[in-house]
């Protein structure tokens, strides 16, 4: 096809610089066809996608389309979608950075620990490297000063001798005596000759000099004064010229000082020994123990070797043999224990001219259900009572009152019923005055005639509160005369106890109950430093949800403020808020007024006095001691101790008790005491419940793990679980009951413990028969002939076989026949043949005894 034969105007596609446009196809069997090659013009709409399939078809795939090929293929190959392996990669990745970190903290942590090794080392070595040259000074010192009064000895022998000499020597004589003494005469006479050099300079002239060298002058008298190594040696020239200012040769002062070595090895040290004061606390290493000496601890290694002890320098001494110690290598001893970190806590009593007035704290008592807490009530105007399960108070509350007169009283309201006795002991302890509530229409009861107890033990005085004079049956003063009984006397019958009729239901007699208080404080003239820092009693503490732990306190001196650091018991914390008994925060608590505290670390145990530290590290130190000191006791009580025969035998006796476990947790840690304190009274020597553990706050997970791995219950007293806890409780089959009346968790506790008692086995016996006829049956055995001489004989009962009148078997029937046939009981007068369970032994004329056994359920 020529270029004029192309009428589309197409150009044709050259192909290598060829003119022609054709291209020769070969075919089979040697055909062949020319096709001519074009190039195809673009359309100006279609040209850049007709490019881009072009080019995209042509091009090269680019890195990121191989690396997202390749990953396609090894997902496909793992059997994953891109998305999962894209996941899987990066957590493996995250795996190795997580271990490469792990790696590099270990490391440095090695590194760390090994560079403070070495410098402890290095203290040690310079700590020794510093005694020994203070030790070398000492001995150099005292060597020199040795041998300067030995010098000092020969100089006045040798000026003595002199004097001896002169005195004894004759004259000298005249004709030289003279000459000498003319010619004395002349030089003292001849006049001074004059310094060419200086006349010269008075005329204005100049001399040359030579010019000298410092350096030179100040280096060349220290070398010519140092003493030469071999000048006191003997020599021949020395010998020779009989040098009369020879010095000790080397060796000679060696012998000496090796003879006097030897001399202070047989005649003792020849410095003086220093007595020191050596502390001494409860234990103590070897090698302390030798510096605070300042003795070598491989001396004191060689005095216990002496005394039988092999010990190193690392082992432990008590204080006992830490003090002989000392007290054998010539020093005092000054014991100190780990208690002393207690000095100072609480400080001593204020001046009484720093002391100011204060309101008194009134704790309320009595017996269960009397109206201790609605008599609270009446005086605060509030209902806490409502609030309470059964109507019953279950743990303290502190509140401050004012009066219409202003004056303000502190309320502590206790629990009344028997298993809160330790929480009254707490109210009684930190109270000033008590009010004794008495129902006028019950008397006195059990936790009344407590409540006196506890009063009179605390030194309190008692505030009598007749209650209840409202109601038809009351009897104030049969009240009042019961009361005689517990030296309770009040002031109508000659006493000096108050006693108050009043109703809390009516509020009648409270203005003469507040009244009778305020008495009472102003005898008592109850007075507070409030300007130091605060300490108190805790009076409740409880784990909040939201809040952490909070504590109940009383301040009792001083200024509790926020920020302040506390500690309570093996408890400590820096005070974040101050709430009052309202909700109301507070920037300060004074004395008598209680709060709550929030920011300790954890509840304090209820009764613990409180005080403000100054710094971290003491608050630090005061708990820690107490928490050691506590996980001490813990672990003495669970190890038991001793190793004597009756101990041994009394720990495989109580090793025998049944017990069963329970894990408690209440609102409040005063509650949980009680209910422990409770439950630990329940049983007896066969069964007995042990609280594995017992916390404030809610079920938490970790709360049913552990009663899980103890296979025991868990009791919740006033609080609930969390879901969480819930669903782990269902899932390991742990039961969580709740209660929120303290009688009805000692009553199921109880009846579980009851049912855990084994039986009473009752023997009660039924009849008697005589063996007449054995006869030997094939299959069975030996069948005894009987006559049932007296009761009933019953199948199945158990038996005793008696021959002459003495047991020589005891069993079961194992067949009861008449006749031929089995009956249910044999009655006296009647003939039966009997058969007995694996014993055939029978002879005419024994004896058989039959008895039931009864089992009857014990009772705790």
Known sequence: ???????????????????????????????????????????????????????????????????????????????????????????????????????????????????????????????????????????????????EAEAAKRAAEAEAAAAKAAAAAPSEKPGRAKADKSRGKAAAEEPPQPDNRNVLEAMGGRVKQKRS???????????????????????????????????????????????????????????????????????????????????????????????????????????????????????TVKRVSEADVEEGFIEADDAEGAKVGRPPVVTVMGHVDHGKTSLLDALRATDVAAGEAGGITQHIGAYQVQLKS???????????????????????????????????????????IEAINHAKAAEAPIIVAVNKVDKPDSNPDKVLQELLQHEVIVESMGGETQAVSVSALKKTGLDELTEAISLQAELLELKANPNRSADGVVIEAQVDKGRGPVATVLVKRGQLKRGDIVVAGAQWGKVRALVNERGQQMKEAGPSLPAEVLGLDGAPEPGELFAVVDTEARARELVEYRQRVKRDKSAAARSGGGASLEQMMAKLKQSEIEEMPLLVKSDVQGSGEAIVGALEKIGNEEVQARVIHHAAGGVSESDVLLAQSSGAPIFAFNVRANKQARDLA????????????????????????????????????????????????????????????????????????????????????????????????????TECGMGFIGYHDLQVGDQIECFEVEEIERKL
């Open 406 to 448: 202003g004056a303000k009283i502190t309320f502590l309201d206790t629990p009344g019923h028997a298993a809160f006795s330790s929480m009254r002991s707490r109210g009684a302890q930190a109270t000033d005055i008590v009010i004794l509530v008495v129902a006028a229409d019950d008397g006195v009861m059990p936790q009344t």
């Open 1 to 147: 096809m020529s270029d004029s034969d192309n009428t589309s105007g197409r150009k044709p596609l050259s192909l290598g610089g060829r003119s022609s446009g054709t291209v020769q196809q070969s075919f089979a069997r040697g055909r062949q066809k020319s096709v001519v090659v074009e190039k195809k013009r673009k359309r100006p709409g279609a040209a850049p996608a007709a490019a881009g399939k072009d080019s995209a078809a042509k091009a090269p795939m680019s890195d990121k389309d191989k690396a997202r090929a390749l990953l396609a293929a090894k997902a496909k190959q793992l059997g994953l979608s891109e998305e999962e392996l894209l996941r899987r990669q990066a957590a493996i990745q995250r795996a190795k950075q997580e271990a490469d970190a792990r790696e590099a903290k270990k490391k440095a942590e090695a590194e760390a620990l090994k560079r403070r090794e070495e410098e402890d080392q290095r203290r040690l070595q310079e700590q020794k490297e510093r005694e020994e040259a203070e030790r070398k000074a000492a001995k150099e010192a005292e060597r020199l000063a040795k041998e």
């Open 213 to 331: 060298n410092p350096a030179a002058e100040k280096q060349q008298p220290s070398r010519a004064k140092e003493p030469k190594r071999r000048q006191g040696k003997l020599t021949i020239q020395n010998l020779v010229e009989d040098d009369q200012d020879r010095q000790r040769s080397l060796a000679s002062m060696r012998r000496a000082r090796e003879r006097e070595k030897a001399r202070r090895a047989q005649g003792g040290s020849g410095r003086e020994k220093v007595s020191r004061e050596v502390v001494v606390p409860e234990a103590i290493s070897v090698q302390d123990l030798a510096q605070r000496m300042t003795e070598r601890a491989a001396d004191v290694v060689k005095y216990l070797m002496t005394q039988g002890q092999m010990m190193r320098a690392t082992d432990m001494l008590d204080a006992d043999t830490a003090e002989l110690i000392v007290e054998e290598f010539g020093h």
């Open 730 to 829: 269902e899932k390991e089959g742990v039961e969580i009951r709740y209660y929120s009346v303290i009688y009805d968790l000692i009553d199921d506790v109880r009846d579980t413990l009851q049912g855990m008692l084994a039986p009473e086995k009752r023997e009660s016996f039924i009849g008697y028969a005589e063996i007449l006829e054995v006869f030997n049956i094939s299959k069975i055995g030996k069948v005894a002939g009987c006559r049932v001489t007296e009761g009933v004989v019953k199948r199945g009962c158990g038996v005793r076989l008696l021959r002459d009148d003495t047991v020589i078997h005891e069993g079961d029937l194992s067949t009861l026949k008449r006749f031929k046939d089995e009956v249910p009981e044999v009655r006296a007068g």
